[in-house]
């Protein structure tokens, strides 16, 4: 059963916070820490994303389509764009975030790039260093070398993306896919079911599951329920609002029944999730 519709909706979402500089590359390591949820259970960001992958293999979702990858697979996720993936302790990479307000041209659709030539591997892994050693060092211009170097990280993904000979063909399935998990991250805070949802997309729930199942082997309930578990593990990690006002804002006709899905979910209540993750 999902949360009901709520006249409030709330504009967001808040994490990870906007670069400091045009450009921010974290350890994927990082970026899993604090459990397997922070990467595994669908969420957006506000800036452009790219993931590059040096060792280990798992699955990606991205708008509602499932992929697998492995080493040497640049990824990149277009801002408010859901995505969840699997990290295991085999897998090494950098997560690439580029500031909303770098002005650095990057793709409008997200794009998974399985890069086999051994010189385009050599050419990201040193324009990732070079960025690095920019990032830890106290030159002048530093913000103005960043960003000319995600534009050299933008054409690298470019022909990448046009000399691809393993693209993923488009389908109506996975258009659906992409529909139904952009119009969630515009709906987030607005408590809308599947139903309403499907009713938006002009197609009857049944149908948008049937095409939710064949892009990533899950029922479109399960994409929202995800995202909005996802949401409500944030708010009570990364803010101090009451239970009462995460459950309100997610859309769910009470904190006590927002209570119940949540330990469902996790093994503990919202208030001991928060505790736990706090201590």
């Keep these: 059963m999902m949360p009901r519709p709520t006249s409030r909706p709330v504009t967001g979402p808040l994490t990870p916070a906007t670069p400091k500089a045009p450009i921010e590359l974290v350890p994927l390591a990082r970026l899993a820490s604090g459990g397997k949820w922070r990467t595994e259970a669908m969420r957006s960001y506000r800036m452009p994303l790219m993931l590059w992958f040096t060792r280990g293999q798992g699955r990606i979702t991205v708008a509602g389509t499932t992929r697998g990858y492995g080493a040497h697979n640049a990824i990149f996720i277009p801002p408010r764009t859901m995505f969840g993936f699997e990290v295991t302790a085999q897998v090494y990479g950098t997560a690439v975030f580029f500031s909303e307000e770098s002005g650095i041209d990057l793709p409008a659709e997200p794009c998974h790039l399985r890069v086999r030539d051994a010189l385009a591997q050599g050419e990201i892994t040193t324009l990732l260093e070079t960025m690095q050693r920019e990032i830890d060092g106290s ?91 996802y949401e409500a593990r944030r708010l009570l990690v990364e803010t101090d609002m009451p239970v009462r006002r995460v459950a309100e804002m997610l859309g769910y006709r009470s904190s006590a029944y927002f209570s119940r899905l949540f330990h469902e979910r996790t093994g503990l209540t919202p208030s001991g999730f928060r505790s736990t993750r706090r201590a």
């Design 139 to 229: 030159r002048p211009a530093r913000d103005k070398a960043l960003t000319h170097q995600g534009g050299l990280l933008s054409v690298w993904i470019e022909r990448q993306h046009a000399g691809a000979q393993d693209a993923v063909a488009d389908s109506a399935a996975r258009r659906l896919a992409r529909r139904y998990t952009d119009a969630i991250e515009r709906g987030l805070y607005t408590g809308q079911s599947v139903s309403d949802y499907a009713e938006g997309l002009g197609v009857t729930s049944t149908h948008l599951s049937r095409a939710c199942r064949a892009t990533c082997g899950r029922p479109a309930s399960a994409i929202l329920a995800d995202r909005l578990g």
